[in-house]
């Protein structure tokens, strides 16, 4: 079973700051640190560190081939990665010493992707396999329309949250995985509560408090814990634990295990700071076995 991820592919530039700039001031940053980012490509890693088949749906700009290579190395399936003339998604992050920070977001390639190549791409997906999207990219509604009517298993993340996209999506998904902010922002904007929602699985994530699942076919939710971990970092968490939730269903798992091994992937995340990435000058091309190999992977959860 595959994963198919329509996907961005952000670049992360993220600058250490003595404070937030204020208008008109110019400040010269103490650290600069750049890497692989996105909610796409964060999900893609995840899914595939987890031991998933993952193919990423996406493109990056002439400048992303690096962003490529490094989603290679984590075992991501690229081979449908388009390339545009202009620059590739990329994120400007300043970051003061009590971890405030400002971002300047430029969705670049990530909102250029050709909507017919990524036909083509899923017209290799078979019945069974699953797609997942989330609120960065082009074609979304399309996209999963498409793959619902192929027998694929449709998934979206609602963030970042857009009543209108959560809204257009709806009535092609399976699972909506949604934060309790943007499940009370979507609860508000519809007015309906998530229990009432047109899709079979709603899955709201609590943060330290773990995740609800909502089966809404019979109207039940289950409460699943998260473990018990010091945060140091709950960046990506979300991201983390829909690659791992994603994963796990499709290693044919049930949703109560599939969310056992998300909190705990989610756990990790925040209990580590994020591993510095390394840029393509720094990068080893040494052939040595991939994150896939050498990483957690289900086996280290469940
Ligand atoms: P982000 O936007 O920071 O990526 P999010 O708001 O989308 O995160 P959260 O609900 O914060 O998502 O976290 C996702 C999951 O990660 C939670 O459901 C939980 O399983 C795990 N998690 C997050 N924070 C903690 C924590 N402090 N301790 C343990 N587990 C956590």
């Given at each position: 079973m595959t994963i198919w991820n329509l996907g961005s592919i952000n670049a992360d530039h993220v600058y250490s700051v003595p404070h937030i700039p204020t208008p008109g001031e110019t400040l010269a940053a103490t650290a600069l640190s750049r890497g692989l980012g996105g909610k796409g490509a964060n999900m893609s890693v995840a899914a595939a560190r987890a031991g998933a088949r993952v193919a990423h749906l996406g493109a990056v700009g002439a400048d992303g081939g690096w962003m490529v290579e490094r989603l290679r190395d984590h075992g991501v399936d690229c081979t449908h990665v388009q390339r545009r003339d202009g620059p590739s998604g990329h994120a400007i992050i300043a970051v003061d010493a009590q971890a405030e920070n400002a971002i300047t977001l430029w969705p670049g390639a990530n909102r250029d992707i050709d909507l017919d190549a990524v036909k083509q791409a899923l017209d290799r997906a078979v019945s069974g396999d699953l797609l997942v999207t989330q609120n960065e990219t082009n074609s979304q509604v399309e996209a999963a329309a498409l793959a619902r009517a192929r027998g694929l298993t449709v998934a979206y993340a609602a963030a970042p949250f857009e009543a209108g996209a959560v809204r257009a999506v709806l009535p092609h998904l399976d699972l909506l995985v949604l934060n309790e902010v943007e499940a009370r922002q979507l609860s508000e904007a519809l007015g309906t509560s998530v229990e009432d929602l047109p899709v079979p699985h709603v899955v709201v994530t609590l943060g330290a408090q773990g995740c609800d699942w909502i089966d809404t076919a019979s109207g039940t939710r289950h409460h699943v814990d998260a473990p018990r971990v010091a945060a140091v970092d709950t960046t990506g968490a979300g991201d983390t634990f829909t690659g791992y939730l994603l994963a796990g269903l499709s290693e044919g798992l049930q949703m109560p295990e599939a969310l056992t091994l998300a909190s705990r992937?989610?756990?990790?995340?925040?209990?580590?700071?994020?591993?510095?990435?390394?840029?393509?000058?720094?990068?080893?091309?040494?052939?040595?076995?991939?994150?896939?190999?050498r990483g957690t992977n289900m086996q280290d959860f469940v």
């Open positions: 992937a989610g756990a990790l995340k925040v209990g580590r700071h994020a591993r510095p990435m390394r840029f393509p000058r720094e990068r080893r091309s040494s052939g040595r076995p991939s994150e896939v190999a």
